[in-house]
C-alpha cells in the first residue's frame, strides 16, 4: 500500500509540474525519473508548493508547518536544486523548481553522492530523447528558453555594424554582478550514458540571481568577472556556442554548447526540430569569388546548416548557408582560412523577449498553459505579478492575444481584454 501511495504523489507531482510552460508530460521514464530526485515526503511537500515565488510566513499558514521546521525542509530541497529561494529585505521566498531551466539541470550541475546520476542520467536520456512527448511541448512554439549569443569577435569591423548590448556575451556577463560555473549539464549526462564528447565540462555559467541561487546551495562554484570572461574566451576559441538566457535582462544563465552533447543544439541535429534555440540576429554569406569549396565550415557548423554544392560546368564546389536552420553562432568564421565568410545582419533582427515575465508569458501562451500561468490552486496572482502579465498580453500581436484568449474562459477572457482596452490596472479593480 505505501509503494502505492507513492506512486499517486509521484504521479499528482508530475501532473503539477507539467502546469509549468515547459512541464513534464506523461512518458515511461518520468515517474522513476521523479522517485530517484524526491524522497516521498519531499513530493508531498512539493505538491503543495506554488508556481511562483510566495513566503515563508505564507507557506507555513499554507501548510500548517511550523515556519523554521519548513524553513530547514526547504533549504535541504533547495540544496537538491528541487525549488528556488530568494532573500528579499530579510524575508526568504520559495516556488517549486521548474523541469528546464530547474531539476533537471541541477541534478547533474555537480558530482553529487545523494542521489545515483548514473541511473538519473539515463532516465533523462531516456526521458529526453526517446520520448517526443517532452521535447514536442519544450520546443513547440516560437519562444524559446534560449537564444545564441554570436562570437563577437567575428563580427565585421566597422561602425556599420550594429550589435546591441543584450546580444554581446561579454556584456553580458559583466552587468551580471555574481558569477557561478557548474559542470555542463549535457555533456555529464551523456558521459554517464557513455557518448560524452571532448569538449570542456566546467564551463556552463550561472549570472546574476541564477548564480546567486547556484553559490548558496553549492550546485556550483563562485567565480569572478575576469574569470567568466575567459571561459567565453576558450570555449570561443574550440568552437563552442554561447547559448543563454532568452531575455534582454538579467540573464540567469549562459552555456556553451556543441552540437552533440547540448539538448538545444541535439533538438536541431538529431530530431530535426528547427528553431529549438533561438537564432542570433546574423548569418554568415560566403564570398563565391574566394571560396574553394574546402567544406572546412561545413564540418565546423554545429548544427549542419552549411553544405556544399557544385557551381556548375565544372568548377568546383561553393559552400551554401541555409537561413532557415542557421543559428548565427559565428563558429565558422575562423574555421574559414581563405576568408570568405563573413557575417551580415539578417534582414529582420530576432525577437528577444524584454524580461522573464514576458518570455514565460509567450510561452504559455503558445504551449495553451496560459490559464496555468493566471490561476493557480494557492490562489490569484499577486495584483504586481498579474498586473506584468496583462501588460505583457495587452502588447502582444492581434494574432497571440486572440490564441490568449482561446485558452480561457469566455467570461474571463471577456473581462480580461475589456479591462486591457484601457489598462492592466483598471481591469485588476473590477476582479
Known amino acids: 500500500m505505501g509503494h502505492k501511495a507513492a506512486g499517486g504523489v509521484y504521479a499528482s507531482l508530475r501532473e503539477r509540474l507539467d502546469r509549468q510552460p515547459i512541464g513534464m508530460p506523461d512518458g515511461k521514464a518520468a515517474l522513476e525519473l521523479l522517485r530517484h530526485l524526491y524522497e516521498p515526503e519531499d513530493a508531498s511537500l512539493a505538491l503543495r508548493l506554488p508556481l511562483r515565488f510566495q513566503s515563508i510566513g505564507k507557506l507555513s499558514r499554507a501548510t500548517g508547518i511550523p515556519e523554521k521546521e519548513l524553513d530547514d525542509r526547504l533549504q535541504r530541497m533547495a540544496d537538491r536544486g528541487l525549488v528556488f529561494d530568494v532573500e528579499k529585505k530579510g524575508r526568504r521566498y520559495y516556488m517549486l523548481a521548474p523541469t528546464v531551466v530547474g531539476f533537471f539541470e541541477f541534478s547533474m550541475m555537480r558530482v553529487r553522492d545523494d542521489i545515483d546520476q ?97 553559490i548558496r546551495h553549492g550546485h556550483g562554484r563562485r567565480i569572478e568577472e575576469p574569470e567568466a570572461q575567459d571561459i567565453l574566451a576558450r570555449t570561443r576559441e ?104 563573413s557575417l551580415e545582419s539578417r534582414p529582420q533582427r530576432m525577437h528577444v523577449p524584454e524580461s522573464t515575465v514576458k518570455r514565460v508569458v509567450l510561452m504559455a501562451i503558445e504551449r495553451g498553459k496560459l490559464q496555468d500561468l493566471l490561476i493557480h490552486h494557492e490562489g490569484p496572482l499577486p495584483t504586481r505579478a498579474l498586473s506584468a502579465v496583462l501588460r505583457t498580453i495587452a502588447e502582444l500581436p492581434p494574432v497571440k492575444k486572440r490564441m490568449a484568449r482561446q485558452q480561457l474562459s469566455s467570461r474571463f477572457a471577456d473581462m480580461l481584454f475589456a479591462g486591457l482596452k484601457s489598462s492592466p490596472m483598471s481591469w485588476l479593480t473590477r476582479l
Open 118 to 214: 548514473k541511473q538519473v542520467a539515463r532516465l533523462l536520456h531516456e526521458y529526453l530523447e526517446e520520448d517526443p512527448a517532452y521535447r514536442n511541448q519544450a520546443f513547440g512554439g516560437e519562444t524559446q528558453v534560449g537564444r545564441t549569443l554570436v562570437h563577437e569577435t567575428t563580427l565585421p569591423e566597422g561602425d556599420h555594424t550594429e550589435i546591441l548590448d543584450y546580444e554581446r556575451a561579454t556584456h553580458v556577463v559583466r552587468e551580471a554582478g555574481q558569477w557561478a560555473v557548474g559542470l555542463c549539464y549535457c555533456r555529464h549526462v551523456k558521459e554517464h550514458v557513455g557518448s560524452r564528447c571532448e569538449y570542456p565540462m566546467d564551463v556552463c555559467m550561472s549570472l546574476g540571481n541564477g548564480a546567486g541561487f547556484v
Open 238 to 341: 574550440k568552437g563552442m556556442v554561447h547559448v543563454g538566457d532568452n531575455v534582454q535582462k538579467r540573464l540567469t544563465f549562459l552555456c556553451s554548447c556543441c552540437g552533440c552533447c547540448c539538448e538545444f543544439l541535439r533538438a536541431m541535429n538529431t530530431f530535426g526540430i528547427e528553431g529549438a534555440v533561438v537564432t542570433s540576429s546574423w548569418i554568415p554569406r560566403p564570398d563565391p569569388e574566394t571560396c574553394k569549396g574546402c567544406g572546412r565550415c561545413a564540418r565546423g557548423c554545429p548544427v549542419g546548416a552549411i553544405s556544399l554544392e557544385g557551381r556548375g560546368g565544372g568548377r568546383g564546389l561553393l559552400a551554401k548557408v541555409d537561413g532557415e536552420i542557421c543559428i548565427g553562432c559565428g563558429v565558422c568564421i575562423p574555421r574559414c582560412r581563405k576568408g570568405s565568410l
